[in-house]
Each structure stands twice: as C-alpha cells, then as structure tokens.
C-alpha cells in the first residue's frame, strides 16, 4: 500500500516537472524543472528495488549531464536578449493537438494494463539493477556500444571546446 502511494507521489512529482519543462518561458527554469523531473524517476527506480540505477540516473544525468546543459545555457547567454515571441501560433496548437492524440492512443494501453498478471518470480529478478550484474553486461555483452558511446562523447567535447574558442 505504501510502495503505490509513493509511486503515485514520485510520478506525479516527474509529471508535473515534465509539463513544468515543457511550459517554462525561460531556459534556465526549464533546467531546473528537468532536474526535479530526473530526481523524481530516480525515486521511482528506488521503489523498483534498483539502488544501482537510481544512483546512476541522480549522478550521471541530475548531475553531470545536467552540468552540461547549464553550462551551455550560459555559454549561449539567452537572457541578454529579449525573448521572441513567436508568431506562428499554428505550431502551439499543432502540438496541443499532437498531445491529446497521443493520450487518446495511451489510454486503451493503460486501461488494459493488469499488475496482477506481471511475473513475479524472484529468480527471475535476482541480480537485476545490481552493479556486478550491469557491469558484466557492460563490459561483455555491450562493449561495443559502450566504446562507441565514448568515442561520441570525446567528438561532443572536441565540439564544444571549438565552438567556444571561436571569436566572431
């Protein structure tokens, strides 16, 4: 009974920031809405009984990639103009149309969602979100994927560090 209540507490927090996100005027409130939204499914992660992720999601992506995002924000300096409003009002009501379209598509997914029919059998699950268990499949399975990765990150960084040095 707890476990649900708290689900519902922590995703509605996660709604809420992600509609705060999405509605903030300005960037660095949208920022820090995302960073409310990402510590909210860290809590979720946590009530799935997966300590590993949610240290991961709170360290990697509430902190350094969120890092990232604010030093760019800063780096292109959005409050030193004035914000422009856009006129085509078209694509507002293009994506209000385009959000209720596809919650009128996740309803019937919802609606036919039963939790008792979930497999419950801890076998299965033993191991599952633990640090050894995702570094084996990490470094055995995905380590193609995970170099690439890398390899994507460095030309990001190389990147930013160009597009700061230059002057115009």
Known sequence: MMETALFYIFGGIALLAAISMVAQK???????????????VAAL?????????????????????????????????????????????????AGVMLGILALALLIP??????????????DILSGVGTAGRVGQLLFNEYLLPFEMTSVLIL??????????????
Do not use: H, T, W
Not at 26 to 40: D, G, N
Not at 64 to 83: G, N
Not at 109 to 122: D, E, G, I, T, V
């Open 45 to 93: 992660y946590l009530l799935l009984e997966a300590p590993f992720i949610a240290a991961v999601q709170i360290i990697v992506y509430a902190g350094a990639i969120m890092v990232l995002f604010l030093f760019v924000i800063m780096l292109l300096d959005p409050f030193s103009a004035s914000i422009l409003r856009d006129k085509r009002k078209f694509i507002a009501y």
């Open 26 to 40: 300005k960037v660095i409130y949208s920022a820090i809405s995302l960073i409310i939204c990402l510590c909210a």
């Open 109 to 122: 997914f919802l609606r036919s969602y039963k939790p008792s029919l979930a497999p419950r059998n801890p």
């Open 155 to 168: 030309v990001a960084i190389i990147g930013v560090v160009v597009l700061a040095k230059r002057r115009p």
